[in-house]
């Protein structure tokens, strides 16, 4: 746990909120079954939520986070892409994987009857259900972020954006409140490894001229 102990310090507000989070999703989905627990998020809609959660569930896009790569990249934040980037490819190596591995139909498919609320053009079919591939990108982009901007109000800003990508997954019918739990943790897993083994100082040391002359002579 004492390895946990750095990034958590540096933005609790984030980390126990996202445990908080991780505990209720978890008590819900051993509580309901997986159609009924759906259909109790799934049935609570209207236009309004429509528009806003198929432009909302973007963030957890992959050119989302590209974007904001570019802008820290502008910003002279090579670290921090760098880690984003490790994180992005891990996390989207694993839930691939695990798609693959284990395949799981989606709402759509799994209600044959019709009786999800969906929306056309944005609710996709298949066999992918499981684990939620934009929850996981969307955790783990808004873990690290956390990190880089410490405080209680980044951390539940974050903690929001990542919450509500992955409400909108069901809300969409794209899937389960169970892909949307395990997906959370397909996402904030790897960005803590990267964030913990791969630290920043080990992208951003700069190397006095003895410095480098040292490690130019180790490698001869």
Request: charged share 10%; glycine share 8%.
């Amino acid at each position: 746990m004492k390895i946990l102990q750095q990034p958590i310090n540096r933005n609790p507000a984030y980390f126990i909120g996202y445990l908080l989070f991780f505990i209720l999703l978890s008590l819900f989905c051993f509580f309901t079954s997986k159609a009924d627990g759906f259909l109790l998020i799934n049935h609570i809609h209207n236009e309004m939520f429509d528009k806003f959660f198929t432009m909302f569930t973007n963030v957890g896009n992959g050119l989302v986070v590209i974007a904001v790569m570019l802008f820290l990249l502008i910003r002279k934040k090579t670290g921090w892409v760098l880690q984003i980037g490790i994180s992005l490819l891990i996390s989207g190596l694993l839930v691939q994987m695990i798609k693959h591995f284990m395949p799981s139909p989606r709402p759509v498919v799994f209600f044959v009857s019709g009786a999800v609320h969906y929306i056309t053009g944005v609710t996709r079919t298949g066999h992918s259900s499981f684990p939620s591939g934009h929850t996981a990108t969307a955790f783990m982009l808004t873990t690290l972020l956390a990190l880089y901007f410490p405080g209680r109000k980044p951390g539940l800003f974050f903690l929001t954006v990542a919450i509500l990508t992955g409400y909108s997954r069901i809300y969409l019918s794209q899937h389960f409140p169970i892909d949307v739990l395990f997906g959370s943790l397909a996402g904030v897993l790897p960005s803590l490894a990267v964030y913990i083994f791969i630290p920043l100082p080990f992208f951003e040391k700069k190397f006095t001229k003895s410095e480098w002359d040292q490690q130019s002579v180790k490698l001869r």
